[in-house]
C-alpha cells in the first residue's frame, strides 16, 4: 500500500474512532444485556441442531477491519434468540495473533468462508445455510455464492450496505475501528497491507469479477439493506443489485428517521428486524423503528 495511501486511512481510522468512542457506552450498553444471555438456540453452539421452522443456519459474516464476535455481538444473540442455529468467523486474518479479519485477498477469505459454510453444514446436517454478511461480508456473502460456485448450498442472502459496485477502501476498516480495534487495524495495515482493499475499490478485481455477468445466483433469495446515512459506502445506490430475485431497501424506507450509519446498521434494533424479517417473511414481525448508531 502506498504510503500516502496508508497515512490517510490512518487518519481517517483515528477520527471513526474519537467518533466511536463518543457512541459506543450507548451502543453498548444496549446490546450486551442481550449478548449476556445466552439464547436457547445458541450463538456459536455447535451443538445446536436446525428446527423444522428454520432448517437453515446461518452463517455471520464480518466487516473489513473486524471479527466475527465482535461485529455480530448485538445480531447474532438477537437472530439466535428467535430460534436460529447461528455462526461466525473471523475471516482474513493478515496475523493469527491479531484480531482483525477481512484484509487480506478477497478471494483467499473466500475460500476460508467457503470452508466455513461446509462445516456449518457438516455440524448442524442441514443441506444449506442461509447467509447474513455486513460490509465487507455481505460483498462475501454474494461473491461467494456466485464465483466459488456454492450456491446450490444457500437459501437466502442478506447483505447490509455491500460495496457490490465497488467503493473507497478507506472507509470500509472503519468497521474494526468502531469495534475498539483501531490501533490493531493500524498495525496490521502497517505491517502487512490490505489487499482487499485494492480489490474492492472501483474497478477492483473481485468487485470485477461480481459484476462479470448476472450476480444473483438461481435459486438464491437475496435481499440488500443499505441505509441513505451510510457514509461510506457512497452513492448509496452501490450496494443494490438491480435484478430478477432481489429485494433492495433502504432502512428510512421503513424507519424514515432512522440515521444509522454504515457500521450501526450491524447494532441496529430497527435492521435486525429487518433482517429477521427478510429470513422468515411468512412471520414477518412490525419493525419498531429505533435511532440506529450514526457512524
Known amino acids: ?36 444471555t445466552p439464547p436457547s438456540s445458541g450463538f456459536d453452539d455447535w451443538s445446536c441442531k436446525p428446527s423444522a ?4 443456519p446461518l452463517v455471520l459474516l464480518h466487516g473489513l477491519g473486524g471479527n466475527g464476535p465482535g461485529n455480530y455481538s448485538y445480531l447474532g444473540p438477537f ?29 483467499q ?8 459454510v461446509q462445516q456449518v453444514r457438516a455440524a448442524t446436517g442441514a443441506a444449506k445455510v442461509d447467509i447474513v454478511g455486513h460490509s465487507e461480508g455481505a460483498f462475501q456473502s454474494i461473491y461467494g455464492p456466485k464465483v466459488r460456485g456454492y450456491a446450490g448450498q444457500v437459501g437466502k442472502v442478506i447483505a447490509l450496505a455491500p460495496p457490490t459496485h465497488g467503493t473507497t477502501f478507506a472507509g470500509l476498516v472503519s468497521v ?3 469495534l475498539g480495534l483501531g490501533s490493531l487495524v493500524d498495525q496490521v495495515l502497517q505491517q502487512f497491507g490490505c489487499p482487499a482493499c485494492d480489490e474492492l475499490i472501483v474497478g477492483g478485481s473481485a468487485v470485477q469479477q461480481l459484476n462479470a455477468g448476472p450476480i444473483a445466483q438461481l435459486g ?45 446498521l450491524a447494532f441496529d434494533p430497527s435492521v435486525a428486524q429487518l433482517v429477521a424479517n427478510a429470513l422468515d417473511p411468512a412471520h414477518a414481525q412490525r419493525v419498531m423503528c429505533g435511532f440506529g448508531p450514526p457512524l
Do not use: W
Open 1 to 36: 500500500m502506498p504510503i500516502p495511501i496508508r497515512r490517510a486511512v490512518t487518519s481517517l481510522l483515528a477520527a471513526v474512532l474519537l467518533t466511536a468512542t463518543a457512541i459506543t457506552t450507548v451502543t453498548v450498553s444496549a446490546t450486551s444485556a442481550t449478548a449476556a
Open 109 to 116: 477469505s473466500s475460500a476460508q468462508i467457503q470452508a466455513f
Open 220 to 264: 438464491v433469495k437475496y435481499t440488500v439493506i443499505a441505509s441513505r446515512f451510510d457514509a461510506l459506502v457512497t452513492p448509496h445506490e452501490t450496494s443494490f443489485i438491480r435484478e430478477a430475485g432481489v429485494t433492495n431497501q433502504f432502512v428510512q424506507d421503513t424507519c424514515p428517521l432512522d440515521p444509522v450509519g454504515h457500521v450501526g
Open 176 to 178: 474494526g475501528a468502531f
Open 79 to 107: 437472530l439466535a434468540a428467535r430460534g436460529y442455529c447461528a455462526f461466525t468467523l473471523t475471516y482474513g486474518q493478515a496475523s493469527p495473533s491479531i484480531p482483525v479479519g477481512g484484509t487480506i485477498s478477497v478471494t
Open 53 to 56: 421452522a428454520h432448517p437453515n
